[in-house]
């Protein structure tokens, strides 16, 4: 997610993470906004960019019929009134469910394909796409990927995350224009041959020297982090290039931003 340089002081050339006339650190909205609104649907996704965040992150299945869904578990029991795996279910089967995890007031909201999400996005906005399904270790799975984020006017724009670096590495392999994004619960250095790090945030304690090592290669951090309010003056001291948050009409409060809705 690359762009022009700006009027602002700006980081080291070649970072990854750039979105043209936002404001670092940018606010990343975990599965949206997840308080107000159940999570990983349209009206989720929607508040969150009312709020002012920046990046829209959400998890990636794949349905039986071969269509990218966001949704965060394997199985539909938490979130849906449906029971079984999302990957045993076509496009129409899981749209035939409410995903208003258990909340009466959100029951007519579905599980939304990508392009729906993406269709959401103002042009200066952006998306992380965690992926969570062992599909994704075809490269096959990854060109498809990138070539409907490229045919969605989005692939400059999004940023492919996750836990394994097996399905980062094959996503890469099928879609090399897409950067990778890894998230990490264990390791205290910036791992080489992506990104985006996305490390828990504690490892930032181990080694306050870690966003230094990222910028310094061109990579961009953004800490596992979903209740960062707290924390925002140590990941705004350290340099992070974003963070994520459950909330992020609190967490655009708090770094003293105003809010898109009126």
């Not at 997840?34 to 996704?45: G, H, K, W, Y």
């Given at each position: ?7 602002r ?14 404001t ?55 979130t ?10 076509t496009?129409?089967g899981?749209?035939a ?15 939304p394909?990508?392009?729906?999400v993406a269709a ?12 969570k ?10 060109r ?15 940023v ?48 306050p020297?870690?966003?230094?090592l ?49």
């Amino acid at each position: 997610m690359k762009s022009p340089s700006s009027g602002r002081a700006q980081p080291p050339p070649g970072l990854s993470l750039s979105l043209p006339g936002r404001t670092k650190p940018y606010v990343m909205a975990h599965r949206g906004n997840r308080v107000a609104c159940p999570e990983n649907t349209l009206a989720s996704f929607r508040r969150a960019l009312e709020d002012g965040a920046d990046l829209l992150e959400t998890d990636l299945h794949v349905s039986s019929d071969g269509v990218f869904v966001c949704i965060h578990d394997a199985t539909l029991e938490r979130t849906t009134d449906g029971r079984g795996r999302v990957e045993e279910k076509t496009l129409a089967g899981l749209k035939a469910l409410s995903a208003s995890c258990g909340r009466p007031d959100f029951a007519a909201e579905r599980i939304p394909a990508l392009a729906e999400v993406a269709a959401l996005l103002p042009p200066d906005r952006g998306l992380a796409l965690e992926l969570k399904s062992d599909r994704f270790l075809d490269p096959e799975v990854g060109r498809r990927l990138g070539d409907e984020l490229s045919a969605l006017g989005v692939l400059g724009r999004s940023v492919a995350i996750s836990f394994s670096r097996a399905r980062l590495d094959a996503t890469r392999l099928g879609a090399p224009g897409l950067p990778s994004g890894w998230i990490t619960l264990k390791e205290p250095r910036p791992a080489r041959g992506v990104e985006l790090l996305g490390p828990f945030w504690p490892l930032l304690l181990v080694n306050p020297l870690y966003v230094v090592l990222a910028h310094g290669r061109g990579q961009a951090v953004a800490p596992l982090d979903p209740r960062p309010d707290s924390r925002l003056w140590l990941y705004r001291l350290l340099g992070c290039d974003a963070v994520l948050t459950d909330d992020p009409e609190k967490t655009v409060r708090q770094l003293g931003r105003g809010l898109s809705r009126t």
